[in-house]
């Protein structure tokens, strides 16, 4: 995912034995490249990622988690699976500025109406 949205930070702390989940629309997707071929390494993420309600849910959007997580086969070779914990921990800039217009559309309508 970071490979095309340079703006997300991912978290990259030392993994644990949790392993990493996505939903049904990132399913098959690797979390480092967005590749869709050959899955080969499962995901790992550290501790503090699978902690209390974020246990179970997607690495990359934070939907409700349906399967595994694999890394495709090129990012294991170039052991892109070693730099630490895959999980996004920020929205992004797209994200942000989408949830700041649905704020001000709402304000708007309801200064319009009362």
């Known amino acids: 995912m970071s490979k095309h949205h340079p703006d997300l930070i ?3 702390k030392l993994p644990g034995i949790a392993i990493g989940r996505l939903c049904e629309k990132d ?3 690797c979390p480092i490249c967005d590749s869709y071929v050959r899955p080969a390494t499962l995901v790992r993420i550290c501790e503090e990622c699978n902690f209390g309600s974020s246990g179970g849910k997607c690495i990359i959007c934070g939907g409700q988690g349906v ?4 890394y495709c ?3 294991t ?3 892109k699976d070693r730099d630490g914990c ?3 921990v920020n929205l992004g800039a797209s ?3 989408l949830a700041y217009l649905r704020k001000a559309r709402n304000q ?3 200064f319009q109406r009362g």
């Open 27 to 29: 399913d098959g997707k």
């Open 95 to 97: 994200r942000t500025d």
């Open 73 to 75: 086969a090129e990012c």
């Open 67 to 70: 399967s595994d997580a694999y």
């Open 108 to 110: 708007q309508q309801q």
């Open 10 to 12: 991912l978290c990259r």
């Open 77 to 79: 070779r170039l052991e």
């Open 86 to 88: 895959p999980k996004v």
